[in-house]
């Protein structure tokens, strides 16, 4: 076979059917239709019933079927960008990161019923649900971010613990409540 170029009336652009590539290749703007006036257009790949077609009913492209971004191991940054100014979702690659800026929030559930969010200046978790949040876990540990202290920790079937300054002061046991020494 052999390469073959179609061209129109615009200098420098034309189809290309590429004989290597068993394909063809657009160069320059493609345009289907006229302004006011445009066609729905089918962008097909290897995999049956999906593709990205462009519908003129919603005036923009949508996704049939998974949408994959770079390949396993090999991937990209991605960006989401809400309906405000430096407010965003990014997909760092390189460090392999789910970033949300400042006050976007992560809304679990239908209702937003657990949502999780980093104003300026503190973080947040707010349960909005009909229910209870529960956080699990055999042997929990709340501690300081900067110096790892503990200040409170809680043993299943066992002691809770209060500590002022990563001493303990009170601890829970069968018979009731211990006091540190003053």
Do not use: C
Not at 120 to 128: D, F, K, R, V
């Amino acid at each position: 076979g052999h390469d073959v170029k179609f061209f129109g009336a615009t200098s420098g652009s034309y189809w290309l059917w590429d004989e290597s590539a068993d394909g063809v290749v657009q160069i320059g703007t493609l345009t289907v239709g006229v302004d006011d006036a445009g066609h729905d257009v089918k962008f097909f790949g290897d995999t049956a019933s999906r593709y990205w077609e462009w519908d003129t009913s919603a005036d923009g492209v949508v996704q049939r079927g998974t949408l994959t971004v770079g390949v396993d191991d090999t991937g990209y940054d991605v960006k989401f960008f809400g309906a405000t100014s430096g407010r965003y979702m990014e997909w760092d690659e390189s460090a392999d990161v789910l970033r949300l800026s400042d006050n976007v929030q992560l809304q679990l559930g239908t209702g937003g019923d657990l949502i999780l969010y980093h104003a300026p200046e503190h973080s947040y978790i707010q349960e909005g649900g009909s229910g209870n949040l529960y956080i699990q876990g055999t042997n929990l540990y709340l501690q300081g971010r900067s110096t790892g202290e503990t200040m409170l920790g809680a043993v299943e079937n066992g002691a809770v613990e209060l500590y002022y300054d990563a001493a303990k002061k009170i601890e829970t046991f069968d018979k009731g409540v211990r006091l540190a020494d003053a």
